[in-house]
T-cell receptor, first 114, second 112 residues
């Protein structure tokens, strides 16, 4: 089955600095890579995603890059703000027919220091 | 739209007791999922349902059963709860065209 590794497990940055979280996956068939943000006591919510036919995607301060050959993908947050503090999960998914089997990374706790 | 709803929000069980976690979505999604979340381990897939009438095992199905009652509802049953099943359980749903999974608010279950 798919295996997703995520690093680092914790990350502290000063407000305004950039944060980078990296993930690797094992199954070359995976074709969809979402990133979820989970605030304390809340449900995970999608912040950005990328499909396997795309190398990079950007949405305001958030960007994701995908290297299919190396089987790794990264989340970049620029100009971090205190409200970015949360746990971030990467995931690798195989979209097949009408469903997807998603394997999540173990999460990165991001702390933005004001 | 309420999105994905789950009941109950909290539950305490004794070892050996049974219970059913309920999940419903009003987004007309075909696929539904049950995950458990444990500290330091991310979210792990227990069971999923690609469409009404079908269910399949995920990564950690032992000790659980599921029922896809209709397109809206997907329940998770613990027949004989064990302390190892203490966790936060999330239900999610998705549409084949959009891919994003929408999560419910979660059920915090403690087994003593």
């Amino acid at each position: 089955g798919e295996n997703v590794e995520q690093h680092p497990s914790t990350l502290s940055v000063q407000e305004g600095d950039s944060a980078v979280i990296k993930c690797t996956y094992s199954d070359s068939a995976s074709n969809y890579f979402p990133w979820y943000k989970q605030e304390l006591g809340k449900r995970p919510q999608l912040i950005i995603d990328i499909r396997s036919n795309v190398g990079e995607k950007k949405d305001q301060r958030i960007a994701v890059t995908l290297n299919k050959t190396a089987k790794h993908f990264s989340l970049h947050i620029t100009e971090t703000q205190p409200e970015d503090s949360a746990v971030y999960f990467c995931a690798a998914s195989l979209i097949s027919g009408g469903y997807q089997k998603v394997t999540f990374g173990t999460g990165t706790k991001l702390q933005v220091i004001p | 739209n309420a999105g994905v709803t789950q009941t109950p929000k909290f539950q305490v069980l004794k070892t050996g007791q049974s219970m059913t976690l309920q999940c419903a979505q009003d987004m007309n999604h075909n696929s539904m999922y049950w995950y458990r979340q444990d500290p330091g381990m991310g979210l792990r897939l227990i069971y999923y349902s690609a469409s009404e009438g079908t269910t399949d095992k995920g990564e950690v199905p032992n000790g659980y059963n599921v029922s896809r009652l209709n397109k809206r509802e997907f329940s998770l049953r613990l027949e004989s709860a064990a302390p190892s099943q203490t966790s936060v359980y999330f239900c999610a749903s998705s549409d084949v065209r959009v891919y994003e999974q929408y999560f419910g608010p979660g059920t915090r279950l403690t087994v003593t």
